[in-house]
């Protein structure tokens, strides 16, 4: 795992890129990469290219980057692991191409000599990277398929500018800084700014199983402009597979498909454990790690101090389960003090807003690790989202459902009108929820969702011309404007479009809605907030995390099983529990989901909401955010409206980041 950065001219005139500014935007980074740095300038100083090094593959100085192939043609910076680099290393090396290291980044160098932009459809793993292409004088800037690894860049003045973490493009003095609003009104729906835009007006991130090919040939006229192409390159959602298929078939695939994944992410050079919080994920990783290891599994948790917490302390489970598989385990239990440490580090770390209260403790139990030597790390990312986990697909399943069959047959005036007086009848978010089913959308947009629209709105009277923000025309990213005064609504229309009805004809059935549900947290959620939490925090420390549970083959066996067999009499996960049922103790596997450290119902205690208080109040401007809505929602919490401590978590997320890049 590593730091990339890089400086490419678009045209003519602009000033070469200068090594020292390049070395200390890199150098932001360090924590990504301590072990070891490197530059490359191109003859001309139109492009330069900065790695920062975490040693995870080839400890040697052979593997260093920026990485060139056999005649400095091609150059490559990479952050993340190619686990099936030694198959490809065959083949290439059958097909002519001679190696210098042992490492994964050579082999992408290779794979696109001879492939060329194809390469990235034969790789595996999870992976960022920008490879130069001298002769075509073309910039390739490529994001894996679920989204693990971030990419950033942003265009000024004549330049491309990117990174693996936003703070090193600001770095250069090129880049202003200014809050995107749209992204801002996106960020207190979603929790994070969705892809391509985050909350830096002008900086954008590459969306997942995307890539980015910018041509620049240094045209003496503005009418020969750099061209910029940007590919889709996968997609995972199919129809499901052989409706003949048993539940235990599927069961069994799915065991065999997991221990595969979970044996290839065993490759390292270095120590490596899993994270173990006693649920079913990362227990059945502790498991097939015991099954595939000669040594005892290091494993690590978190819990907490405060006795409190304790319906949310899960840590009994995981010294139940590391006993059970005799692991080397490791804990630390973390309070308000731990939080009031990190606080003023969140936000450098995170970028932009990260609103998931885990970033908490997942920061610590990877400084754990870290501490006690563990450079790489499985984690168990993915499966609550692949296999319909959460309570709350359930529900949204069961609304939309009942809604769909109520309005199906009526006509449209029939349909609003009944949503209008079943509005008054029910909570405000059921009444929305009516609303959108009566106008034909899904009534779900997120399995974390902080504000609805009309809430944002109450927060800031600005907010209600959001609607009439467009879509940034930059890098010809997206020419659609917003409509029907409901934008956050508007990112979900497009992924529950009819062109994807037509594709997968299956999901005009309402017993579906929950494969399109879970392609949209693909998509959103699980790529732009869980794995960056996990990247970002895991990352400051200096530790890798792998997903075995986002296995290639996995994720596509995953959305290929009927949704039937996801969710069975209500409990969910069904076919993944059924899968692990040899593996780990069945009262361990069909116990209450709790959720790793409770969420932010938990984790806001006294002491951090006065801390998230001071912060909302000091750092959010109140010309633009009055403060009776912000102080509203604080004491209503105090007096035990539970159900907003994810949107102060929210608004507490903001206020830090503008204070730390703004203030």
């Known amino acids: ?16 890129v200068e090594e020292e500014l390049l070395a200390r935007m890199r150098d932001r980074m360090t924590h990504r990469g301590p072990d070891a740095c490197g530059i490359w300038l191109s003859a001309d100083g139109s492009v330069g290219l ?9 400890l040697s100085s052979a593997a260093q980057q920026p990485m060139s192939n056999e005649d400095g043609s091609v150059w490559v910076v990479f952050n993340g692991e190619i686990y099936n680099h030694l198959r490809l290393r065959s083949e290439l090396e059958q097909l002519g191409h001679r190696y210098r290291s042992h490492s994964d980044t050579e082999s992408i160098l290779h794979a696109f000599e001879e ?11 999870m992976f960022a990277f920008a490879l130069w292409d001298a002769p075509r004088r073309q910039l390739w800037l490529v994001r894996d398929r679920m989204g693990k690894k971030p990419l950033y860049f942003a265009e000024t003045d004549g330049r491309l500018i990117f990174a693996s973490e936003i703070k090193a493009i600001l770095d250069h003095p090129a880049v202003r800084r200014a809050v995107n609003p749209e992204a801002l009104w996106h960020y207190l729906s979603f929790a994070v700014a969705p892809a391509p835009l985050t909350l830096f007006d002008g900086i954008y991130k590459l969306p997942p199983a995307t890539h980015l090919l910018v041509s620049a040939k240094q045209p003496a006229n503005a009418s020969d ?19 003949a298929r048993s539940f235990d078939e599927y069961a069994g695939e799915v065991r065999e498909r997991l221990q595969t994944a979970v044996e290839r992410r065993l490759m390292s050079d270095v120590p490596f454990g899993v994270f173990l919080s006693g649920g079913v994920d990362s227990s059945a990783n502790v498991a097939l790690m015991s099954r595939l290891m000669t040594r005892p599994v290091d494993t690590f948790s978190v819990g907490f101090e405060d006795a409190s917490q304790s319906p949310y302390n899960e840590i009994q489970y995981a010294r139940r389960v590391a006993a059970l598989f005799k692991t080397q385990h490791h804990e630390v239990l973390i309070s308000d003090r731990h939080f009031d440490e990190f606080v003023d580090r969140l936000a450098f770390f995170q970028d932009e807003p990260l609103s998931d209260p885990v970033c908490f403790p997942l920061y610590h139990v990877a400084k754990l690790a870290r501490d006690h030597g563990t450079i790489v790390i499985q984690v168990g990312e ?7 986990g959460y309570d709350i697909y359930r529900n949204y399943l069961r609304r939309q459902t009942r809604y769909w069959r109520q309005f199906q047959c009526l006509p449209a005036w029939v349909r609003r009108f009944l949503a209008d007086v ?14 959108r089913a009566a106008a034909g959308e899904p009534v779900f947009l997120s399995a974390a969702l902080a504000f609805y629209d009309l809430e944002k709105a109450e927060l800031r009277p600005d907010f209600r011309e959001a609607a009439s923000v467009p879509w940034p025309s930059s890098f010809q990213l997206s020419a659609r ?14 992924h529950f479009s009819k062109a994807d009805v037509r594709a997968l004809p299956e999901l005009d059935a309402p017993d579906d809605f929950l494969k399109r549900m879970i392609r949209w947290e693909c998509h959103q959620r699980l790529g732009e907030l869980l794995l960056m939490r996990l990247d970002k925090m895991m990352m400051a420390v200096s530790v890798e995390g792998r997903a075995p549970f986002l296995d290639t083959d996995l994720v ?25 049922e040899p593996l780990l103790p069945r009262d361990l596997i069909y116990r209450r989901k709790i959720g790793f450290c409770g969420g932010s119902g938990n984790m806001l205690t006294t002491g951090i909401l006065r801390t998230a208080e001071a912060a909302i109040l000091s750092e959010l401007p109140a010309r633009e955010w009055p403060r009776g809505p912000l102080e509203r929602l604080v004491e209503e919490h105090r007096r035990g409206a539970a159900e907003n401590s994810f949107q102060i978590w929210s608004l507490m997320n903001l206020a830090l980041w503008l204070k730390r890049w703004f203030g």
């Open 50 to 58: 900065g790695h920062r090094r975490l040693s995870i593959i080839d």
């Open 422 to 435: 079943g509005s008054v009848l029910v909570s405000r978010r059921q009444g929305v929820h009516l609303q």
């Open 225 to 243: 402009a750099p061209s910029w192409t940007f590919t889709e390159y996968w997609r995972p959602w199919s129809v499901t597979d052989d409706p």
């Open 556 to 580: 596509q066996l995953a959305m290929r099983i009927p949704s039937s067999m996801k969710i069975v009499n209500g409990i969910g996960k069904a076919v993944l529990k059924r899968a692990v």
């Open 481 to 494: 404007s917003l409509n029907g005064g409901n934008p956050s609504m508007d990112m979900l229309r497009r």
């Open 115 to 125: 492939w060329g932009l194809a390469a990235v459809e034969r790789l595996d793993g």
């Open 382 to 388: 993915g499966s609550d989202e692949l296999f319909a």
């Open 1 to 16: 795992m590593c730091g990339i950065v890089g400086i490419l001219n678009l045209r003519a005139g602009v000033p070469p």
